[in-house]
């Protein structure tokens, strides 16, 4: 079931086309992390920046917005924008630059979905499924401990919760995003393998939460485990002060 | 970009295979919307059920569990379940039964996802978006008071607003889902189109409030907007009584 | 119990010091509402405001955001603020102006707690206590069809919700702003009574859904219809062109 | 304005009267803390429960699922309840038996209104406000860094986030459950206090992220954050085996 859209057939991984604010995004991302751009510094205007990439001011403008979502960079009104945050290099580095801003797209998304399948698994899944989770648990916190995390094991953890929520559409919806996903997933791990041992026991410690929660029937507490896991997620991703 | 799975080729559109779980709630729903089975009528056992159908314990408790959480049966504890609510012809005749529950879980998930969207919608959209979302509306608006509800300026609508939300993601997983989406659409236009013109109001007024809402940037209003018309399209597709 | 603080005697009701910003906004509010300034005027600016009233900038940034955030006026950003929408004339006949912004910012906190309430209410209601939510419904029906809308019933039906939700906290918390939210629902009904019966209708209808939602044991759904309802009465009370 | 009703005058701390529910959740809590009733070990029947307290059936089954939805017992279908975690001594030492249900629900009711209180900071609050939530923050952090968490400095840092949301109405709701609040923040901080240093290093994180979320006008995080303390608050409070 897993791999093929509804109704469709399992689908070729073709790499998306990539858009002009996703290319835009991912060159001044590449700045920001190579230190060109530093943290404090004013970004050239909007103007500046249609000119310098030979792009529309619709597409300067998202462009803008995203690394604003993202925490990267900030705007200061009626003065410009400025660097925020300079995240670490393992970004760019285990993933093409113009893919990330797609990559923060499906965490930001995933944080909706997953929320309702975390609550929605505390509430319906049976014995069974139960035990699937914990499996899938048990090998990703292996493979941590190995100081080696398994791709594999995390997405088969968020997709052993989903298919928990008795609503095959939310495992549609993950399929449908897993390629960002997966990459996602790789970016964090690549990022915590080089970090403290603290790091990863707080990255153990977020999964066993969310496992926790739904074992033990709470559903409030298994959203909200599973939301700030991915928040987690995503700021590990792009800061580096926290990147200990 | 709309058809295509992320990063995936358009997809064919086959019909799915149908779960055993999904055929049993087709042929349960049957039962109750013929009258065979009739409101307040207790239904046989598990056991009963699962020799009739030859299906083992957990399918058969899966295909309760949807009943009940669609609201067509209900649970006494230890004495067993009974039907709770007759839907209308209309949620058959449109849709093959063993659709259905497909169809709820669709609609199930979208509440959460298009929740989001609207919310995301008020706060990012650019003019050109809420302008495209507004053309939408004004289509489905004149198709409704036609009395011929346009299943594309419905769906149309929907992802107008999901590609307002700043997060191609979202779009995705609609797309994802489409067919269900879509014969969920015809479902309830198709009971619509059968209702009252108070029913036709309501149906537009719900339309009209999601878009006030993100036009005039209140997230929350907007959020909550969307949710409240699945929610009501949800009551309209498996309520007979409210078939006014 | 219920009148009573947490850990607190029975508080007198003195009428609460008003703070100068919602003096402020109540006595803009007074002009849009009289028409002495018009739907798409321009406000003065903050500066001009902050001579007119003698007060600093701060309490009129505060005033103005409170304004907007009701849907009454709206920036531009770099041009100033203008006025959205003209409230109807009950609004400040049945409630002193200047109490109107605190009313709005109760209706705006309810939305958060009661959509708890209904929630927990729905999984947790005694058989006891439905009966109690369906006699404050059945008491505020009959009050509306008399067009004589209860205050006290429609209190009572909210309160009930709240102690059906096995958290008396939340009953602590809605008592504790009980004087504003009594105006507001006074506010409401009156605007409600001079409406139309279609609008009565829908008043009524948007009660009974909470309570279907609560008595079906539907979670979501319960959660859904209040903060529907809520968002819808705050409406109510601050668009004129709806007080069809 | 802090310590009066909505309207009201300064309420006097008297100790509110303890329910019977309240009183039996005690009662039972006590056996579990001091190992009467063992993990895994089943409880008397409930009819076995109102003869030995002599108390009615509606009471015992409230305390039971208090219990329960606090995480403390479980029940297994058609068999009965059975103790599922022993707190920590701190529970009962630091505030009376008969406190502690109440005390658990204001947490789960300050879930809810934090959570809005914290998104609407992020969204609404001026500089002031931030540099008041700061201040009380880097008051908490010299406390616990000191082993002497100050109570006073934890309520201040949550009612500043309060203040910021822009809604008084909020801030009446916390301080009209101000005294329970107050208990479960002297029960959290002395079993904090006796914990590890990892611990007091996680409660502070919680803090710090809750206000770095605020002051990067980030709403969504912001309200996740608080939720996740307040989450992690209760099951501190009573998880023994997390008490390291």
Redo the contacts between chains.
Sequence with gaps: MIG??????P??????RVTLTDQLYGQILEQIVSGALKEGEKLPSEHQICDAFAVSR?VV??AL??LR?D?LIEARR?VGSFVRRRPPQGLIQFAPADSVA?LM??I??????E??TARYAAI?A?A?QIDRIEAALIALEASMRARAPSRDADFAFHLAVAEAS?????V??L??????TERAIEVAQSITRGGSQARIERVMREHRQIFDAIA?R?A??AG??M??HL?QARQRITDHAREE
Excluded: C, H, Q, W
């Design positions: 093929a859209g509804d109704g469709g057939l689908t070729l991984r073709i790499r998306k619709p403008r998202e917005r995203k979502d925490g009626g797609g797209r499906a930001e998304a995933r944080m909706t979905v929320k309702a319906r049976g069974e008795g609503n095959e559409a939310f549609t919806m399929n449908a995003t897993r390629e960002s033990g709470d409030d507490a909200l485990a939301a700030y928040l």
